[in-house]
Structure formats: structure tokens, C-alpha cells
Nanobody, 125 residues
Framework: VVQLVESGGGSVQSGGSLRLSCAAS??????MGWFRQAPGKEREGVAG???????VYTNSVKGRFTISRDNAKNTLSLQMNNLKPEDTAMYYC?????????????????????WGQGTQVTVSS
């Protein structure tokens, strides 16, 4: 059974930091990513990491968020700094076994087969 379990969400003030983690089991994920969905909005790709470790970010988080992976532990992380109220959303970990190069497709939900249940991030002004 494939499972993706996120952790690390919470409530912070604007300018604060959080680190999200995702533990994957039941698969060896080649391509992984973080998505978010705010109430009343569509799910948005935040950051993706390809098989070779190359990364892609949506423009609104560039310079503030960093995606990383530990292949030995099969985990994915998202370090979020200088958080803003507009970052408030449910954050989801996603994974797929297909080997892909880095590109904008890593921010597309259709690229990924497996999804976690999400962890809430709330940023207050």
C-alpha cells in the first residue's frame, strides 16, 4: 500500500518559517512535489523535484521556499521562510514513480499518481 504522510504544518505569523515533511512508503518515488489549496481556490503546484534532484518552483515562492529530498529515507521536505498570509492553505505531498526531467510539468497535478492527506499551514498578518 502506497502512503504519503505529511507533517510539520501549523500556525505562524507573517515572516515566520515552517518545515513540512512527507514520508513515503510502499513506493520508490522518482518525481515528487508539493501542492497547496486554499479555500475556494484550485490546487496549485508549489515546488517539484525531479529524479535527478533538479527543482522547479512557482514564481510566488521563489527565494522563500526550498524543496529537498532524502532518497535513502524516502522523504520529501519543504522549507518555507518569510511566510506570507497568502501562503495559507492545505499543503499536499505528491509522488510518482515515473522518471522525469525537471520542468514546469512538475507543478501540474496530473503529473502525480499518489497524494498525501495534507497538512494545514496558516499564516497570520
Amino acid at each position: 500500500v502506497v502512503q504519503l504522510v505529511e507533517s510539520g504544518g501549523g500556525s505562524v505569523q507573517s515572516g515566520g518559517s515552517l518545515r513540512l515533511s512527507c514520508a513515503a512508503s510502499g513506493l520508490t518515488a522518482s518525481t515528487m512535489g508539493w501542492f497547496r489549496q486554499a479555500p475556494g481556490k484550485e490546487r496549485e503546484g508549489v515546488a517539484g523535484i525531479a529524479s535527478d534532484g533538479s527543482t522547479v518552483y512557482t514564481n510566488s515562492v521563489k527565494g522563500r521556499f526550498t524543496i529537498s529530498r532524502d532518497n535513502a529515507k524516502n522523504t520529501l521536505s519543504l522549507q518555507m521562510n518569510n511566510l506570507k498570509p497568502e501562503d495559507t492553505a492545505m499543503y499536499y505531498c505528491a509522488a510518482d514513480q515515473a522518471v522525469r526531467a525537471s520542468g514546469w510539468w512538475l507543478l501540474w497535478a496530473t503529473t502525480f499518481t499518489y497524494w498525501g492527506q495534507g497538512t494545514q499551514v496558516t499564516v497570520s498578518s
